[in-house]
């Protein structure tokens, strides 16, 4: 039988990957993005088939789930991948763009899921995979917006898994640490044109830092290696509710064990050391 996916942000970095891995294990491949042109490469790709899509619009959403259920019949997989980071101390972040922020990386897998769930109901068969982030579990100085997003995806993945569980629909959240993508060219452009409060300078100057925001560094992982967590999650008859990948993640999952004293300790010693 045919499997088909719909991955959400597949013009680059993890959502690009997902694509391949998905169809090299022969799946039906719905890569979308708000930018077709970024998915020329994918266009005539056997198993492959290009949509636009933008997870902000209610209208987007529903037209690509209706154009895969009237082509194949059915949804096995959605992947929600789309997303980016807004950056920026907690103060200096307008509430427009805290609204733009929650559009994409909260409401926009929100809105997939509620388009899917009748589909995969019907076939009493399914996977949503929900992509959060280690930010989820240890917010960080700078990054409250951006983390405060990915912990609303992950309590949103967790509640939902419980409500469709006796329903044959699988509900999983593959958490990444650092990944080697573009995230630190569009975080850093999104702290451009901030208006900065004064006694933040250290937590600016910490996003310089190719590691600090989410991707490089020595305990990066490359895309692929996200990739092939979320095509295992879906190809299992029964995946794991969380999937970490690469060091950072695995050692997050302590975080939440640590006493709150001990993680300002932290903070407070690298703003000392930014300064």
């Known amino acids: 039988m045919e499997r088909t996916v719909i991955v959400t942000g597949s013009s680059s970095g993890i959502g690009r990957a997902t694509v391949e891995a998905f169809l090299d294990e022969q799946w039906t491949v719905y890569a979308t993005a708000r930018d077709t042109d970024d998915l020329d490469e994918f266009r005539g790709r056997e198993g492959c088939r290009v949509d636009s899509l933008d997870v902000t619009v209610d209208d987007d959403v529903q037209r690509v789930?209706?154009?895969?259920?009237?082509?194949?019949?059915?949804?096995?997989?959605?992947?929600?991948?789309?997303g980016y980071g807004q950056l920026g101390p907690v103060e200096d972040v307008p509430v427009e763009r805290v609204r733009e922020q929650y559009d994409v990386n909260v409401l926009g897998p929100h809105r997939l899921v509620r388009a899917v769930l009748p589909e995969m109901r019907r076939q009493s068969d399914g996977t949503v995979i929900n992509v959060t982030?280690?930010?989820?579990?240890?917010?960080?100085?700078?990054?409250?917006?951006?983390?405060?997003?990915?912990?609303?995806?992950?309590?949103?993945?967790?509640a939902l898994r419980a409500e469709v569980a006796d329903e044959g629909i699988d509900v999983v959240e593959v958490e990444p640490g650092p990944v080697e993508t573009a995230f630190r060219e569009r975080a850093t452009a999104e702290i451009e044109g901030i208006d900065r409060s004064d006694g933040y300078e250290p937590f600016y100057a910490l996003f310089e830092d190719y590691a600090a925001v989410g991707g490089?560094?020595?305990?990066?992982?490359?895309?692929?290696?996200?990739?092939?967590?979320?095509?295992?999650?879906?190809?299992?008859?029964?995946?794991?509710?969380?999937?970490?990948?690469?060091?950072?993640?695995?050692?997050?999952?302590?975080?939440?064990?640590l006493p709150q004293w001990v993680r300002l300790l932290v903070w407070s010693t690298i703003r000392r050391v930014a300064q």
């Open 216 to 257: 490089g560094g020595p305990l990066a992982v490359e895309p692929a290696a996200v990739a092939a967590e979320i095509v295992d999650a879906a190809s299992s008859t029964d995946p794991a509710p969380r999937y970490p990948v690469g060091p950072v993640a695995r050692a997050a999952s302590l975080a939440p064990f």
């Open 133 to 158: 982030s280690t930010a989820a579990r240890v917010p960080f100085p700078g990054g409250g917006v951006y983390s405060g997003s990915k912990a609303a995806l992950q309590a949103t993945t967790e």
């Open 65 to 82: 789930v209706e154009r895969v259920t009237d082509e194949t019949d059915r949804v096995d997989c959605v992947v929600n991948n789309a």
